[in-house]
């Protein structure tokens, strides 16, 4: 089985596929996201929570657009934008559900799809499932 190789920023700390990844190494915290967005910070605190339980571990990388969450190895499945009464997920994935509105192909086996999330309860077990497939590839050659 082949290893990929991951490259860290020296500066920034984020990892990457390629090596001198081009990027932005601006710093931006996950607060600053949240500033006057209480309601959108309890979103995301959930998600996150959700995440981590029925998906697995992840890095969360924070940047001026978004929050993304990457895999181990590189890869960024998901971001999450904070607005004020809701959060907007973004997920990059091979497969795309029925009934998504706002979608674009980004590869040849990749699509890029929104979700807004108004309350909790739609932090639920589908939306955990489409997560989770992109969090798991298949080819995840093709992420953000």
């Not at 001026?64 to 994935?93: E, G």
Request: aromatic share 10%; charged share 35%; hydrophobic share 35%.
């Amino acid at each position: 089985m082949k290893t990929e190789k991951i490259w860290k920023c020296p500066k920034c700390k984020r990892i990457f596929k390629k090596e001198k990844q081009q990027h932005s190494c601006t710093v931006y915290t996950v607060e600053k996201h949240f500033e006057r967005k209480e309601y959108a910070k309890e979103l995301h605190g959930y998600l996150k929570k959700e995440l981590e339980k029925k998906v697995g571990q992840f890095i969360v990388e924070s940047l001026p657009c978004c929050i993304h969450f990457v895999t181990k190895d590189a890869y960024t499945f998901a971001a999450v934008f904070a607005l004020k009464d809701r959060i907007r997920i973004h997920i990059a994935s091979s497969e795309l559900p029925k009934g998504v509105e706002n979608s674009s192909k980004i590869s040849k086996v990749r699509y890029l799809y929104s979700i807004d999330v108004k309350n909790k309860k739609e932090i639920d077990a589908k939306l955990i499932e489409q997560i989770k497939k992109a969090f798991q590839g298949p080819n995840k050659n093709a992420g953000f």
